[in-house]
């Protein structure tokens, strides 16, 4: 029962709209992406970047294919404003790339942050001012009009100081953000958008941006598609409008809010990698842009080497992705669940280079982003015999035969389970090796040779049994079968051959063979060994030798 009285909380408000269109649209193409990383990202930081760092994360939004960069709030400190020099002096923007900076409608603001844009090619001017009832009321003290009069004598004042920036060359765009927009009345967002509108006169060659920030998210991702939805389709000029998303993330739906809203007809999306930002950050750009490449539309931006973006991220932030973090985190390829494991390991044989991407609990090839399928199974005491076998397979070239993966699965969850701890490849290779392979008490095979191979075959063995030296032949009809009437001439149980399977381990000159061996002992228990050899024969005669080992300590 919860304590804390819930009716001090209110719904949010629906927005009446009766002909909605996004529920039945589908997404086709990227929107035009803004990483906010340098600005919204670094403002939010305990330690925000320093301009060598800032550097650095610019290179790498460039390199992932980002063309529109906020770079910071040039008029609000120097470092800010030095970095924004930086860029520019030092030539850093590439031609295509468009350098965007916020700043206050306030004159001195405007001014100063134009004297930090000389020489930029491309610029994108983020005017904002809040329109909220509750920022109108209690911090601003203020009304409607007067907040329209900001943003307007903001717009006027960039449209008067900044034309000696253009007239030098820059191309100059407009971006407003009535800021707390999603708690906004719409009809007053829409005013106050067209407001600036008719100031900034945009055409359809150098559009006005509106954007409309989700600043705190207070509804759920369905709202906030209406509410962008209602303003697509009442802007009276929509055809010379970029409409912009800006989504934050505290109610932890940042994602699909921007996700619905751009079926709503949104046409670019702000946002951070990881989703950095204030309070519980930002809209992730990194979960938009792989969710749509999982749809098969082309994101239009390069996360070929997440690990490598990721690193760049976490040592100039400071922040760390959670290892749970859709695509980045370290155990989003990790299945430690029996039946996941199974599954992994049934559906990746169907996985051809010319089919589409369907493998079981795995939504995106990791081999996309950079990941490896090594990483994909790790093994603790609930994991199932399927996610052993694949790690044997995959990172040892051991192809044990399906029966035996029930075994070698319950010997290896019986040692994570007593460690009480996840297994790496290179314990459950070690397990493996020490069970079968290395397996010579109470049975030590000394030597093995055939002395004889007519229509049968004879062998003689030497042997060491529970410490007794011994030398004994054998006749079947086959060198198996012979070492097996060998040992029952030596005392040993009698046991029947079940099964046998060999493949070679390597190539080339280091090929060696390795050979499973299934036999039954005369109670009707079932055990495997496993034997490695250069020689083909050797290898399935240590194999069952292991097999007997294994049999002979559980008796
Ligand atoms: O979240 C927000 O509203 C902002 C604005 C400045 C766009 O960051
Ligand atoms: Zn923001």
């Not at 009276?236 to 699909?256: C, F, P, Q, W």
């Not at 809010?257 to 309070?279: C, I, S």
């Not at 994909?376 to 399927?386: C, D, H, P, T, V």
């Not at 292991?546 to 008796?555: G, I, T």
């Amino acid at each position: 029962m919860q304590s804390a009285p819930v009716t001090k909380y209110r719904p949010f408000p629906p927005v009446p709209l009766t002909n909605r269109q996004w529920p039945s649209r589908t997404l086709t193409h990227a929107p035009i992406w803004c990483s906010v990383d340098l600005r919204d990202g670094n403002q939010a930081l305990a330690q925000p970047m320093s301009v060598e760092e800032k550097l650095e994360f610019f290179a790498l939004l460039v390199k992932i294919g980002f063309k529109e960069i906020e770079v910071g709030f040039p008029s609000a400190s120097q470092i800010e404003f030095d970095f924004c020099r930086r860029l520019i002096e030092e030539n850093r923007i590439p031609s295509d790339v468009s350098i965007q900076i916020l700043c206050q409608c306030r004159e001195e603001l405007i001014t100063r942050s134009l004297e930090a844009l000389k020489g930029a090619k491309n610029v994108i001017f983020h005017l904002y001012n809040s329109t909220s009832p509750k920022q109108r009321e209690y911090v601003f003290g203020a009304s409607k009009a007067d907040i329209v009069g900001i943003a307007v004598k903001g717009v006027s004042l960039l449209k008067k100081h900044g034309q000696a920036l253009i007239d030098a060359g820059t191309r100059l765009r407009l971006e407003y953000s009535p800021e707390s927009f999603t708690s906004t009345e719409l009809e007053f967002a829409l005013e106050i958008c067209e407001a600036v509108t008719d100031v900034w006169q945009p055409t359809a060659d150098n559009k006005i941006i509106l954007n409309l920030p989700a600043t705190v998210e207070y509804a759920t991702p369905n709202v906030h598609a209406d509410q962008i939805e209602w303003m697509c389709t009442h802007l009276t000029r929509r055809d010379k409008t970029i409409v912009s998303l800006h989504t934050h993330n505290d109610r932890g739906t940042g994602v699909a809010a921007t996700e619905l809203a751009m079926l709503a007809g949104a046409d670019r999306v702000e946002g951070t990698l990881f989703g950095n930002g204030e309070r519980t950050g930002n809209l992730d750009l990194v979960v938009v842009a792989l969710n749509l490449y999982t749809h098969g539309i082309d994101p239009k931006l390069d996360f070929g080497d997440i690990n490598a973006i990721r690193e760049v991220y976490e040592r100039c932030t400071r922040m760390e992705i959670h290892p749970r973090h859709p695509y980045a985190g370290e155990l989003v390829f990790t299945a430690f669940s029996g039946s996941h494991q199974d599954a992994i390991k049934k559906s990746m044989p169907h996985q051809k280079p010319d089919r589409p991407w369907d493998v079981i609990y795995i939504p995106i090839d990791p081999a996309d982003i950079g990941r490896s399928y090594k990483a994909i199974i790790r093994i603790n005491s609930q994991s199932g015999k399927g996610g052993v076998a694949y790690v044997l397979e995959n990172d040892f070239g051991y192809q044990l035969p399906k029966l035996m993966h029930k075994e070698i699965g319950k010997v290896v969850n019986d040692l994570a389970d007593s460690k009480g701890a996840e297994l790496s490849p290179q314990d459950i290779h070690d397990v493996f090796v020490r069970e079968y392979i290395d397996r010579a008490t109470p049975v030590t095979l000394k030597e093995f040779r055939t002395i004889e191979r007519s229509s049968t075959v004879t062998c003689q063995a030497d042997l060491l049994a529970y410490g007794q030296e011994k030398i004994v032949t054998g006749t079947g009809n086959g060198p198996i079968d012979a070492f097996v009437q060998a040992l029952r001439a030596a005392g040993l149980p009698a046991f029947e051959l079940v099964s046998y399977s060999e493949h070679s381990l390597g190539s080339g000159a280091e090929a060696r063979a390795v050979s499973y061996i299934q036999i039954k002992t005369e109670r009707g228990a079932s055990f495997f060994g496993a034997g490695i050899d250069t020689n083909i024969e050797l290898a399935s005669i240590k194999a069952v030798v292991s097999a007997l080992n294994r049999a002979l300590s559980k008796a």
